[in-house]
C-alpha cells in the first residue's frame, strides 16, 4: 500500500466515508505496513464474528506451520468463531456444554465469554506475528459500524493491546456516530477508535449507482450502505426480489461453509420466496447456533426477526423457540427486564403446560437472580418455580418428569441461596440428585447431573463445609475434566483451607482450559504472594491489567507488592492509575499515604489519609497511619484516638504496639502495659519485648524486666533483629545490674 494519507509515526487509523466504494479505495492510498488481512465486518454475511473468521481462515492454515503451539492453545477461540476450521484444527479442549444436545443444554455461558475469546485472539494474532517475523502488518476491518458486538468487541480488545508498530488496525465506518447497543459492554468500540485511532474523513463522489444496482445488492449480501443502491433493490417487484434472493442462497449453500447460515444464508431465506418455510427454518438453525456459543446479541437479532415471520396460533412451537430463547439471552446480557412482557406473552397466548412451566420457571430465575437488587423478590420467585414444579410433575413419562422435577427442584434451590437459606438449598439438591439417580441410567443427563453436583458444591461451600464442597469439585472435575470454572472455584476452596499448592495447580489448570480471564490471574497472584513469589505475583496482577485496565484491585496490590521489591516508581504510577479510576478508593489514598510520608510529605499524607478515612471510616490501616502521623508531629491525643480507633477495627499486633507506644508517650504506661502483653504473647516480637520492659522499669517494676531484656540482648547476631534493640537491651540490662 503506498501513498501519502497516513500518520508518520505507527497509529491505528479509522476512516470514515458515507460511500462504501469510498472507503475501498481509500485504504489502497495508505502508506502502512504490508498487509496481512484485508476482511468484511457487516454481520449481514456471517453473523458474529464475521471478520475474526475471514481473518483465522486466512492465516490459520500457515499458523498451523509456524506455530502450532498457539494454534493449540488458542483452539477454543479459533473454533468458536471459525466453524469452517475444524476440519484442520483438532478441539482439544470440548466440555459437557459443549457436547451436549440440544435436549440436555441446562447450562450456558456468561455473556463476557466473549470478552474472553477477544482477548484470546488478541494473543493468538500477536504469536503469529512474532512466528512471521518479517516486520509489522496491517490488519484492515472494512463496514465495522456494521459489524456484530462480537467483532467490534474483538477490534475494541485489538486496538487498545496489539501495538500499531507490530499491527496496524485499520478500521472503516461510515460517517454517522457509533453507538453501542442498549445492553452492558464490556469493551465499548466507540471508546476504543476515539482513544486509540487517528479519525480521517474521506470526501466521497459517490457514482451512479448502474442498471444491475439492484442485483448487485442481493449479490453482496445486502451489505452496501449507498443509499441509491438499496433504492434500486426496493423499486424491484417483491416477485422478482425473492428468486435473486433464493439464487443467491443456492450458491452460498454449495459452498458449505457455517458460518454463512449465521448470515447471508439466513438473510436470503428471509426474503426469499419462501420465508415461512426456508426462512424461519434458516433463522432457528442460527438461534440455535449462537445460543450454545453465547453470542447473545446475535439470538436477540434473531429471534426478532423470527417473531416478526411467525404467529403463536399458526406455528406455536417455532414462536416459542424464538421467544425463550430471546429471553434467555436478554437476561444473559444484562437487560432482564425486557424479558418480562414477552414471558407474559406466552402465558397469555398459549395452553402448553410445557410453555407454561419453562416460562414460571424463567420467571422465577429472573426475579431471584437477574433484576437489580431493587426489584428482586423472592418471594414472588419462589411462587412461579413453585408454579414450575407442579407443571413438571404432571409430566406422563418417568424420566421426563424425574428430569424436569429435578431441574425445577434445582432453581427452588437457588432461590434458597439467594434468600440466605442454604441448608433448605442443600436438602433440595440432595433430593434432586436422589431421585435422578434412580430415575435415570448412569449416562443419561450427564451435564444436568454434573451442574445439580457443582451447586451442591457451592452450597456446601457457603456452609463451611469445604471437604464435602471438595468431594463434589472432585466428582464434576472427573465427569468433566475441560470444564475451567470447576478448576477456578475448587482453587478459591483450596486457598480458604490453606492449600496452597493445591490451589494454585487448580487455578493454573483453569487458566490452561479457558481463553483469558482476569479472575483466573488475579487469585493466582494472592496465592503467589502468600508463597512467596512477589514476582510472579506481580506479573499476574501486571497481566490481569493487561486484561482490563480498570480492574482497581489489581493496582492496589501490585502497588504493593512492586514497593516492597524495591520499585517505588512504579508503585507510585499504579496508585496514580488506580486513583484515576476510582478517586475515593480508600485502600489505594491509604498506600498513596504511605508513599508520602516516606517522602516526609507529612501534611500531603494527612490530607490523603483523612480522604482515605471519609470514604471508608472503618479502614484501619489508614486510622494506624494517621495516628503514627500525629504521634510523629507530637500530637498524642490525636496518635491515641486514631490509634485507638485502628485497634477496634483491627486486631493486627503492628496496631496494637503502636498505640502501645502512643500510649507509654502520653503518660498512660498501665494502659501500654496491657497492649504489649498481647503482642508479646501473640508475636514474640523483641521491640515488643523491649518497649514492655521499659514500661515495666518506669512503673516500678524493674526485676520483672528482665526477662524481655535478657531475650532481646540473647538475639545478638539474628539478622532478623534490629541491632539497635539490641544495644538498647544490653544497656538496660547493664543499668539494672
Known sequence: MTGSSAPSTPQHLWLRAADPSTRRTAVADLQVPTLLAEVEAHRRLRGPYTAAGSLLRAIVPDALVRCPDAVARHDVEILSTTPELRAIVPASRETLTSLAVPSERTRFYSRLRTLRIAHGLAEFLTDYLKALGDGPRTLVVQDLHQGDPTDRELIAVLLRR????????????????????????????????????????????????????????????????????????????????????????????????PSLALGAIAWHAEHGSDPMGAGRKALVH????????????????????????????????????????????????GVPEQALPIYAEARAASDSPAVHMQAAYATAMLYTRHLDEDHRDHQLARGWINQAIALARLFGAPKERAMQTAFNRNGLALIEVHDRRPQ??????????????????????????????????????????????????????????????????????????????????????????????????????????ELGDLAGAA??????????????????????????????????????????????????????????????????????????????????????LRGALAHQRGDLTQAVADLQTARSHSTDPGIAFNLAVALHDADEPALALGLLDEVVEQTEDPDARLRRAQVLIRLGRAPEARPDLEACAGAAGDDEVDPQTVEQAAALLAELG
Open 162 to 257: 496489539l501495538d500499531p508498530a507490530q499491527l496496524t488496525v485499520v478500521v472503516t465506518t461510515g460517517v454517522e456516530e457509533v453507538t453501542e447497543p442498549d445492553t452492558p459492554i464490556a469493551v465499548p468500540l466507540s471508546a476504543a477508535l476515539a482513544t486509540h485511532c487517528l479519525a480521517l474523513d474521506l470526501a466521497c463522489e459517490p457514482a451512479a449507482p448502474g442498471a444491475d444496482a439492484a442485483a448487485r445488492f442481493v449479490e453482496q449480501d445486502g451489505t452496501s450502505d449507498d443509499p441509491q443502491v438499496l433504492a434500486a433493490y426496493l423499486s424491484l417487484p417483491l416477485e422478482q426480489r425473492a428468486l435473486l434472493h433464493d439464487t443467491r442462497r443456492q450458491v452460498l449453500e454449495l459452498r458449505g461453509e
Open 286 to 333: 442460527a438461534l440455535d447456533y449462537c445460543m450454545d456459543l453465547g453470542f447473545y446479541h446475535a439470538v436477540v437479532d434473531y429471534g426478532g426477526r423470527g417473531r416478526a415471520l411467525t404467529v403463536y396460533d399458526e406455528a406455536p412451537d417455532l414462536w416459542w423457540i424464538f421467544s425463550t430463547k430471546m429471553t434467555t439471552s436478554y437476561a444473559a446480557l
Open 424 to 529: 433448605a438449598a442443600l436438602d433440595l439438591l440432595d433430593d434432586a440428585m436422589a431421585n435422578l439417580n434412580e430415575a435415570l441410567e448412569p449416562g443419561e443427563q450427564g451435564l444436568h447431573r454434573s451442574v445439580l453436583r457443582y451447586n451442591r458444591a457451592q452450597v456446601y461451600n457457603a456452609l463451611g463445609r469445604y471437604e464435602e464442597a471438595l468431594s463434589d469439585y472432585a466428582a464434576v472435575i472427573d465427569l468433566d475434566p475441560n470444564y475451567a470454572e470447576y478448576w477456578f472455584d475448587r482453587g478459591m476452596i483450596r486457598r480458604k483451607l490453606g492449600q496452597l499448592e493445591e490451589s494454585l495447580a487448580d487455578f493454573e489448570q483453569a487458566i490452561r482450559l479457558s481463553p483469558p480471564f482476569p479472575e483466573a490471574y488475579y487469585n493466582r497472584a494472592d496465592v503467589r504472594v
Open 539 to 624: 506479573a499476574d496482577f501486571g497481566y490481569v491489567l493487561e486484561l482490563d485496565p480498570q480492574f482497581v484491585d489489581a493496582y492496589v496490590n501490585r502497588s504493593s507488592l512492586l514497593a516492597e521489591l524495591g520499585d517505588a516508581a512504579a508503585a507510585w504510577r499504579d496508585v496514580e492509575a488506580g486513583l484515576a479510576i476510582e478517586p475515593d478508593h480508600a485502600q489505594l489514598l491509604t498506600i498513596k499515604g504511605q508513599f508520602l510520608a516516606a517522602d516526609e510529605d507529612l501534611a500531603g499524607a494527612d490530607q490523603v489519609l483523612s480522604a482515605a478515612l471519609a470514604s471508608d471510616p472503618e479502614n484501619a490501616e489508614a486510622w494506624a
